[in-house]
C-alpha cells in the first residue's frame, strides 16, 4: 500500500514535468524561400539552443514560458521572434542577407585597407583569450555524415557494386555511407588536458558499433597559432590571426553591422600564396573588444591538403557571461575524389551547458575517453526527445533501411553464411595471402602463411620452404584478449635440414601475456634481422648476393609482458637455446654479374667456409621495461587502450647468460638504456625524431657471436625506414660483445620547401634529414649523413654518405624504402 502511495505521488509531480517539455519547430530560409542548412537557433542570454539541418530543419525542447529566440547563421542578419510556447509550436522564419556598411572613413583612407588594424588589434588580444579560462565542461552533440556520390563498378578486383547493394547505396552506388550521432560530456583543462564520456551513440546500419564522433577531434581554436590537422595537412595550417599571420595572409574589410549592440566586421581573408597552409574565407570580428565572433573558413587542395578536394569550416560563439565568449557550433565539411570515387560529407558539433568554473581533479584527465557499454542501445524515442538537430527525410529511411540490414549482418545465420564464403580455399589467395578460416560469431581465427612468401632460396639451405599459421580465440571480450597457438615448419632441400617450433600466447589477467615457445629454427645471425628473407632470395638468385648470413637455434623459452602502471610496462623472459653454425650447401643464382660472387657464411670470413663459432649452448634471463612518463588511456567496452605518449620513452635492459645451468656454455652480463620520441612538433618546420641507446658488458668470460650486440645496418638499395636504423652500416662486421653509444635523429620539413617548386608541390613530397652515429671500441665514431623525401604513401628515398675516424674516403648510397 505504501508502494502503491509513492507511485501515485511520483506520477503527479513527475509526470507533469515531463508534459511540460514542448517543441518549437520550424524551417529556417533565406529571403528567396531556399533552406539555410544548420543555421543556428538560441535562446537569448544562454548557451540552450539547437542547429537547424541540411534542410533548413530544426526542433528545440523547452519548458512551457516566454522565449525570447535568436535565429541566426554567417552572413545572414540575426532574427529575432518572441515566443510563448503554450503548446507544440511551428515557427518559420526567413533570414535576410546581412548588410556590411563600409564608414566614410573607411572608405575615403586609401593606402592600408582598414582591416589591417582591426587585425592587429585582433592578434595582439589573441593570447588573453587563448587563456582567458582555465578549464570548462559541457555538453556535445556530434553528427556525421559521409555520402558517395559516385564509385566505379569495380575496383583493383574488388565488387563495388555487390559491396554497394549490400550495404544499403543504390545501384548507381550512392548513398549514404555513414551516419551516426553522439552525445558526450566534455572536460577541458589548461593546457591541453580533455576528458570525454560519451552518453550515447547511434551508427546507422549497425546495432554493436560507437560513433567515431569525437569531440577532442573536432575541438579547433583559432586563438591558437596554428591547427595541428595530421593526415590532413603535411603542415600545420595557420590562423588568420596568428602572430605572424601578417607574413601569410591578405585581408579586406567587406564592411561592419550591429547585432545586439555589438559591431561586427566582416573580413575577407586570403592566403599571400595559395600554396600556404592557409584558409580562404571570412572571419567575424567584434568592435573594441577585438575577439571572433563567428567565421567561415576554407582550404583547398591548392595547399596540398589531403584525401580531400575542400575542407570547409565554419564556427559560431555566444556569451557565456558579460566578458567571455565560447564555441556553439561547429561545422566541418568536405568534399573529394580519388581514381573514380567521389564523397562529401559534413561533422556538425553543437556545445550546450557551459560551466567555465567546473570543479574538475587533474587525475581524472588521465582517461580522456570514455564509452561505457549499453550507450549504444538508445531506443527512437529516446533519440527524438535528445536530438537536437532533426533528421532529414533521407537520414530517417537511412536509419530504417540499414536497422534491417545490421539485424540480418549480426545474426549467426548470416555471419555463417559470409564466413563459408570467405573460408573457402581460393588457389590465388593461398599464393599471395595465405589461408584464413574465421568463425565471427564464435571469435575464432586461423591463419597461414602465404606460399609466395614461404619459399625463399638461400646458400644456407638452398630452396627451402617456411610455412607457418597462427590459431586464435577471443576469451575476454571485455578485455579483447586473445588465446593463440602457433607453429611453424621449415625445410631446406639443399642441406636436408628439418626444423619445426611452435608457442602459445595465453593472457593473465588484464594486462600480462604469457609466451611458451619451443622447438628448432633457421634465423638470422643478427637479432635484428635487418634484411627480409624475401629480399635476400632476390638478390641471392638475381644479382648473386647472400647478404643474409644463418645459423640454427634449437630452443625453449618464456616471455612475460605486463603493464605495471599507465605508461610503465615491463618484460622478463628465460631462454636457452644450443646454436650451430652452418656452411654454405648451395651455389645457384639465375644470373651471374660481373664482380659478383657469393660469400661464405661467416660473414667476418666471407672468403672461407670457416665456422664462425663452435656449437654451444646458452641460458639466459633478460628483463626489460619501458616509461613513457604518460598514463594516458581510453576506455572502451572492450577494455583500456593507451595513448602514445608526447613525452619520451626511457628503456632500460639487463640481460645475464648463466654458465653450467642446462649445460650452458655462455656467461656474460649486458645493460643497455635508451631514450626516444617520436614526432615531435615543431610547428610550421615539420617534426623531429630521435632515438639514442648506450650498452655495457661486464663480467664477460665467455660470449659468442650470436651474443654481441648487433645494430640495424643496411647494405642494399631497398631498405625499411626505421628511427633506430642506419642508412649503409654492415650488417655484422661492427656487433660488439664490449661497449657502444648509438644515436639516430630525423628531421621531417613536412613540405616547406618542396612546396615552393610547382613539380614537387603536385607530388607532396616531405624533405627528410637523417643523421646516425655509432661508436664502438673497433668502429669509432661513425657517423651518417642522409638527406631525401618521403611521399604521403611511407615511400622514401634517401642518398645517404658516412664516414669515421679510420676511413678517409666516405662512403656514398642511395637508398630506397617504405615506412608504415
Known sequence: MRNTLLLVLLTLFVSPAFAQTLTLSGKVTDDAGKPIPFASVYIKNTTKGTSANSEGGYNLNLPKGRYEVLFKAVGYKQESKSVNLEADTKLDVSLKGEQYQLNEVSVRSGGEDPAYDIIRKAIKKRKTYLNEVNAYSCEVYIKGLQRLLAAPKKFLGFDVQKFALQNGLDSNRRGIIYLSESQSKFNFMKPDKVHEEMISSKVSGSNRAFSFNRA???????????????????????????????????????????????????????????????????????????????????????????????????????????????????????????????????????????????????????ETLRISKGINKMD????????????????????????VLAAKRESKQYLDSIDNENNKVNVTRLILRGYRHRNRFKHEYFTTNSLLSAVQYNTVEGLSLNYGGVFSKLIDSLNNRRFAVYGNVRYGFSNKLFNAYGGLNIPVGEATTLNLSGGSTITDLNEREPMSPFVNSLYSLLNRQNFEKLYQKQFASALLNTRIYGGWKASASAEWANRKWLDNTADYSLFQPKGHEFTSNNPLVPDADVPLFENNQSFKISLHTTYDFSNSYETYPTGRRYLPSKYPTLGIGFTKAIKNVFGSDADYNLITADITNSDISMGYYGKFSFWVGAGKFFNTKNIYYTDLHHFAGNQILAYKPGIDKFLLLNYYSYSTGDKYLEGHIEHNFSGLFTNIVPLLRKLKLQEIIDVNYLSTPTLKNYTELGFGFQTNFGLRVMYGTSFNNDVVKADHALRVGLSF
Open 380 to 403: 527512437s524515442i529516446y533519440w527524438q526527445q535528445q536530438r537536437p538537430i532533426p533528421l532529414t527525410d533521407e537520414e530517417k529511411t537511412d536509419y530504417k533501411k540499414k536497422e
Open 216 to 366: 577532442s577531434d573536432i575541438q579547433v581554436n583559432f586563438y591558437e597559432n596554428m591547427q595541428n590537422w595530421e593526415g590532413i595537412s603535411n603542415r600545420p595550417v595557420i590562423s588568420p590571426i596568428a602572430d605572424n599571420a601578417l607574413s601569410f595572409y591578405k585581408y579586406k574589410l567587406i564592411g561592419a553591422t550591429i547585432e545586439n549592440g555589438e559591431t561586427i566586421n566582416k573580413i575577407q581573408v586570403s592566403p599571400r600564396n595559395e600554396n600556404n597552409p592557409c584558409f580562404n574565407g571570412y572571419i567575424y570580428i567584434l568592435e573594441d573588444t577585438w575577439r571572433l565572433q563567428s567565421l567561415s573558413l576554407y582550404i583547398t587542395k591548392k595547399a596540398n591538403i589531403n584525401f580531400v578536394d575542400t575542407l570547409r569550416v565554419d564556427e559560431q560563439y555566444v556569451p557565456i557571461n558579460n566578458k567571455i565568449w565560447m564555441p556553439a557550433s561547429m561545422k566541418f565539411e568536405f568534399n573529394g575524389g580519388f581514381m573514380g570515387f567521389k564523397f562529401a560529407g559534413y561533422f556538425v558539433s553543437l556545445y550546450k551547458d557551459y560551466d567555465i568554473n567546473p570543479q574538475l581533479d587533474k587525475s581524472q584527465f588521465k
